[in-house]
């Protein structure tokens, strides 16, 4: 589809961000917003890469389980590097993949899966140094405005599909504030209350979620 003729001069964001997978896969700099500890991990890729590296060289393979588990019953950790890699392997770690959250000074967790890896932490920390990142905010987008013509990807919270995360983006306002900007949004519903100009069923067959098989749709807006 045809997002007009400077569509690849424009600035890209990805909103609600979590993982960065869509950054990661385009490969240009993009500027990162997420009001939840995926926020506060990106902004410590961008400004404490060097101590991020080595605060995970201090975890060897053969301690990582049991750091882990300690971990997850522990004060979040106050500087930012430590807090990141801590995060990352909770999350990676996680019971079924389930959101981490932050819960005072601890970690509101679903619990931990059965089977954990080392390497693939290592793997996702490498996988998100090589983000390019221009910016990081951590800012809820329900009052959040991007200034200027952009590209803006979303992928926002589902509503109770996990029972842990009590954001959810008000996307049709998000939409109405940001009509000078190419928006796509990636939904497990279709979001029927937006003139879109073009909705893609973009469904995996076999993708499960939560043990559940899922559908998942790209609504394309271009900017007016």
């Not at 590097?81 to 959250?101: D, M, V, Y």
Request: net charge positive; charged share 25%.
């Amino acid at each position: 589809m045809d997002l007009g003729g400077d569509y690849y001069a424009l600035p890209f964001w990805e909103c609600c961000c979590g993982s960065a997978e869509v950054s990661h896969y385009l490969g240009k700099l993009t500027n990162l917003v997420d009001v939840g500890p995926w926020g506060m991990y990106w902004r410590a890729v961008l400004e404490h890469r060097d101590e991020l590296i080595n605060e995970q060289l201090k975890i060897l393979p053969d301690d990582y389980e049991r750091w882990v588990r300690n971990a997850v019953h522990s004060p979040i950790p106050k500087g930012a590097a430590k807090f990141a890699i801590t995060f990352l392997a909770l999350q990676r770690e996680a019971f079924n993949g389930k959101p981490i959250e932050l819960s005072g000074n601890y970690w509101r967790t679903p619990g931990l899966g059965k089977q954990f890896s080392y390497d693939k932490w290592i793997r996702a920390l490498k996988r998100s140094l090589e983000i390019k990142i221009r910016s990081v905010f951590i800012r809820d987008l329900n009052s959040f405005k991007i200034h200027g013509p952009s590209n803006i990807y979303l992928d926002p919270d589902y509503k109770a599909t996990t029972g842990y995360s009590t954001r959810t983006l008000d996307v049709r306002g998000f939409v109405q504030r940001h009509a000078h900007c190419n928006i796509l949004v990636s939904h497990h519903t279709k979001i029927r209350d937006i003139e879109w100009d073009k909705v893609i069923d973009i469904s995996q067959p076999g993708r499960k979620q939560f043990a559940k098989d899922t559908t998942e749709y790209l609504h394309i807006r271009k900017k007016r």
